[in-house]
């Protein structure tokens, strides 16, 4: 079992910089995907970024060369550095981890924080 807390989100003017971090609690993490996730109000769940424990990434194609994702095994941490912001970014954003593969099949347990609201609007 695997619990979550994101922080990191808020409001932020268009092509600014904001810093999602997630800690993980419980066994585990090491193997496991790391990813984050968003819903913008009225559309469903995407994919943004995610970190295999082989170290495979794979980002949304409208965040590529924007994002970044990151995560510490030691500390048991995710990170997704997000630059030149844009109001079509604005959302909740979600931390995941489980057992998924690197083209964001789901084929294991999952388990999710309760997101962060990150808002780009001047």
């Known amino acids: 079992q695997v619990q979550l807390v994101e922080s990191g989100g808020g409001l932020v003017q268009p092509g600014g910089s904001l810093r999602l971090s997630c800690a993980a609690s419980?066994?585990?993490?090491?193997?496991?995907?790391v990813g984050w996730y968003r819903q913008a109000p009225g559309k469903e769940r995407e994919l943004v970024a995610l970190?295999?424990?082989?170290?495979?990434?794979n980002y949304l194609d409208s965040v590529k060369g924007r994002f970044t994702i990151s995560r510490d095994n030691v500390k048991n941490t995710v990170s997704l550095q997000m630059n030149s912001l844009k109001p079509e970014d604005t959302a909740v954003y979600y931390c995941?981890?489980?057992?998924?593969?690197?083209?964001?099949?789901?084929?294991?347990?999952?388990?999710w924080g309760k997101g962060t609201l990150v808002t780009v609007s001047s």
């Open positions: 995941n981890v489980g057992r998924t593969n690197y083209t964001g099949t789901q084929w294991g347990p999952q388990y």
């Open positions: 970190l295999t424990s082989a170290g495979n990434v």
């Open positions: 419980g066994s585990g993490f090491s193997i496991y995907t």
